[in-house]
């Protein structure tokens, strides 16, 4: 158990905090910021500000889900080999070794796109790697992930380099600014080279695991409804829901860069980014491929599954339980500019500060469910729909060419800001977005296009002194 020191939140505070809360319902010009300390995620609400603010469960989790927590924290960061055992199921082909190489203290880990150009060493790439014909398809021989990474004695599917196009650009009063442009290049395929003209390539760093189980108990119609009334034409901002099939079910979409899953998509995370079979996905990713036989050459066995089901519904109830940050530095005079600097330039209009979870809490992948995350009030700073974020910044702006469920390249989800101001604490960087390609919240604010274009101009002509204030206040949520 990753608890090192947390303060302890007494009903009557938590009731007072709550009852503190201003009116936080929403027009265009006028809203209501809260008071106080905000509690983020209700019940969920942690008081932590250190290594470990992403990686420490909620108050409620207590008696049989606290031992399932740890059982799920470790089987999310045990290192997993090539052996089929305990511990084991590696491979042939992966892109991370854990859950926790990727999401070091369940946030994101550096990523290997600025630390090694590209493909990272020791096994594993801080990265997800999605490829496909410019028609859409996908390859027959690699399908829809590049496995930049091998067990020993068996070939990676490609590696992948980055280089980056920088471009100076200059705020009104001169503050000059840069925005890098990622240029990524595949080499080293396993079966034929893949000629550039016929590749489209999407690289993903991984999300923050901030909040995912207060966001698995959102109430769906308030997302629909938020779809419904987020039709700002003067500020050319029109939100949409991602509807998603998966296991014989549609439903609304909010997990993910494209909100293009149902889940937290625990199995297909132990599928398709380590190998590791599972009774959703039983066949290894690369079956059909060369690197079936030489792992049999290895040793290698395919005739069992590498984990169970309860053991993956561990890690879903592990991911759940995580509690959230409470916003820090709340009083401080620069904050409280930042935040009404945030709502004046209209971010707010799809970073929703405020939205609440269903009555009867979230499921799990097995059917156990949460009661403890429903009826919150809840302040993730996302709606969760889709967005068009531009396709002309540079040349190409956050359009990836590759489509998820209803999503097309230019539409991403709203990114939740709930725990970002801990980013650099949590894992030692700040880089943003998809791809990592923003070095800092300035740069990612000014990649924003498309329904993010207003926004960004309505911050861009601010003065220093308020563009300052509000990285500070995206800093304290």
């Known amino acids: ?4 020191y947390q303060f302890t939140v007494s009903l009557s505070l938590l009731l007072s905090c709550m009852a503190c809360e201003k009116d936080e319902k929403m027009d265009m010009d006028k809203v209501n910021v809260p008071n106080g300390y905000a509690l983020s995620a209700g019940t969920s609400t942690i008081f932590l500000n250190s290594s470990v603010a992403y990686d420490t469960e909620a108050d409620w989790v207590t008696g049989a889900n606290a031992s399932r927590f740890n059982n799920g924290d470790g089987l999310y960061d045990d290192v997993r080999t090539s052996s089929n ?6 491979g042939p082909v992966y892109a991370g070794y854990s859950c926790g190489s990727c999401h070091r203290n369940a946030g994101r880990t550096k990523p290997t796109l600025w630390e090694n150009g590209g493909s990272g060493n020791y096994g594993f790439s801080s990265m997800l790697v999605y490829i496909t014909r410019r028609n859409g398809s996908f390859f027959r021989d690699y399908g829809r992930v590049l496995h930049d990474q091998a067990i020993y004695g068996v070939k990676p599917e490609g590696k992948l380099s980055v280089k980056y196009e920088y471009e100076t650009f200059s705020f009104p009063d001169g503050e000059t600014y840069e925005l890098c442009k990622p240029v990524y290049h595949i080499s080293e395929w396993y079966k034929d080279s893949i000629a550039p003209e016929d590749l489209f390539c999407s690289v993903r760093i991984p999300l923050r695991h901030v ?5 698995m108990a959102i109430d769906r119609n308030e997302i629909i409804a938020l779809a419904a009334k987020s039709n700002y034409p003067e500020y050319g901002i029109s939100g949409r829901v991602n509807y998603i099939t998966e296991k014989g079910i549609t439903g609304v979409g909010l997990s993910g860069n494209k909100a293009q899953h149902l889940d937290l998509t625990v199995e297909l995370g132990f599928s398709s980014d380590m190998g590791v ?7 290894e990713i690369c079956e059909g491929q060369a690197q079936i036989s030489q792992g049999s050459m290895m040793g290698l066995s395919y005739d069992q599954l590498d984990i169970s089901t309860k053991d993956m519904e561990d ?3 592990y991911m759940q339980s995580l509690g959230v940050p409470a916003r820090r530095n709340v009083n401080d005079p ?6 009404e600097k945030f709502y004046e330039a209209k971010c707010h209009l799809c970073h929703v500060p405020t939205l609440h979870t269903r009555p009867e809490g979230s499921v799990l992948l097995n059917g156990t469910r949460l009661p403890w995350l429903g009826g919150q009030t809840i302040h993730p700073y996302s709606d969760y729909l889709l967005h068009d974020m531009g396709s002309e910044i540079m040349g190409v702006g956050l359009n990836d060419n590759y489509t998820s469920g209803m999503a097309q390249g230019n539409e991403w989800r709203t990114t939740p800001l709930w725990g970002i101001g801990l980013q650099e604490k949590v894992n030692g960087h700040t ?6 390609r923003a070095r800092n919240l300035v740069e990612a604010i000014m990649w924003h296009g498309g329904e993010g274009e207003a926004s960004k101009n309505l911050f861009k002509q601010m003065t220093k002194e308020e563009r300052d204030a509000v990285i500070a206040f995206l800093n304290s949520l």
């Not at 055992?85 to 590696?90: R, S």
């Not at 079979?277 to 066949?283: A, D, I, K, L, M």
């Not at 880089?431 to 990592?436: A, I, Q, R, S, V």
């Open 315 to 317: 890690v879903d109830l």
């Open 431 to 436: 880089y943003f977005l998809h791809d990592g």
């Open 277 to 283: 079979t599972n009774s959703r996905y039983p066949e």
């Open 334 to 339: 620069q904050v409280i500019l930042g935040e």
């Open 211 to 215: 909040g995912l189980g207060p966001m």
């Open 1 to 4: 158990m990753k608890r090192l």
């Open 85 to 90: 055992t305990d511990g084991g199921g590696l």
